[in-house]
């Protein structure tokens, strides 16, 4: 069993890759916290794996994709002492070994290069990743597998967040499609706007990027708040959530001699 640990700015996700089954079978979060607990993370592993029927012996890797350089310590620590299993931090380095390439490997964001990791493999042309997350991004990977560009705004939450931190009368709502772009109260306005807005920003850049390539490409979506935008349904051609646990996994396979020398730096 493979175990793809993505830490995130808002969650820090665990995926479980049966390696038999050729199949991520289970999925575990917990919250960001820049203090992150090992002892409080233990625990909660140690329960979601009784929960689970999962033994720590079954998992035979384990890879970090982080955004967040203040838990690395902590994740390398639980998979030292927890798990007794050797981890591989991904980095700048670790795409040298890849299909794909970028021209600034310690920029951007190894989330992102998982994504476009794991999306090459599968359609090997250009291909446009969009993932839903703390940040709304757009990657794009040309034919040869070099990166094109990636452009980013911020993403579904982040903005409601924004709208009600920095309002006096405006509430907190559910991320939750409303049937009609005409707003009939304050929560539904608030749904309204920001869920039907940013249908339009994502079809508008699918769309500007596509005429700056100059052809059609494959179109990807991957995130946590993926499936939220159903009215998006026809933009994508494939919604993977474990994107970007794919490309972990992928790239940390591609490393997989160098792991005893890497563990921990």
């Not at 982040?158 to 009939?184: D, H, I, Q, R, Y």
């Not at 494959?218 to 939220?228: D, F, Q």
């Amino acid at each position: 069993m493979f175990l793809a640990i993505d830490a995130g700015n808002s969650n820090i996700v665990f995926g479980f890759y049966d390696e038999i089954q050729e199949k991520w079978t289970h999925e575990f979060r917990v919250n960001t916290h820049r203090e992150l607990s090992v002892l409080k993370l233990e625990k909660e592993v140690h329960l979601f794996f009784l929960e689970n029927g999962i033994k720590s012996d079954q998992i035979s890797h384990v890879g970090i994709s982080s955004v967040v350089p203040e838990v690395n310590a902590a994740l390398q620590q639980f998979c030292r002492e927890y798990l007794e299993k050797a981890c591989y931090l991904i980095r700048g380095e670790s795409y040298r070994r890849l299909k794909v390439s970028t021209s600034k490997p310690n920029e951007i964001g190894t989330d992102l290069m998982c994504n476009v990791t794991a999306a090459f493999e599968r359609f090997q042309t250009t291909c446009i990743i969009v993932d839903f997350g703390t940040a709304l991004t757009f990657t794009v990977v040309g034919e040869h597998g070099a990166i094109l560009g990636v452009n980013i705004v911020p993403g579904l939450k982040t903005a409601m967040k924004a709208l009600f931190t920095n309002t006096s009368k405006l509430p907190e709502v559910p991320l939750k499609m409303p049937k009609s772009a005409l707003g009939k109260n304050t929560t539904h306005s608030i749904q309204a706007g920001i869920l039907y807005g940013y249908t339009g920003l994502v079809k508008g850049m699918i769309d500007t990027l596509q005429k700056e390539i100059g052809h059609q490409c494959r179109v990807i979506a991957t995130g946590g708040l993926s499936s939220i935008l159903t009215t998006l349904k026809d933009s994508f051609e494939v919604v993977d959530r474990n994107l970007t646990l794919e490309g972990i996994r992928l790239i940390t396979l591609a490393n997989s001699p160098t792991i005893p020398e890497d563990l921990d730096k």
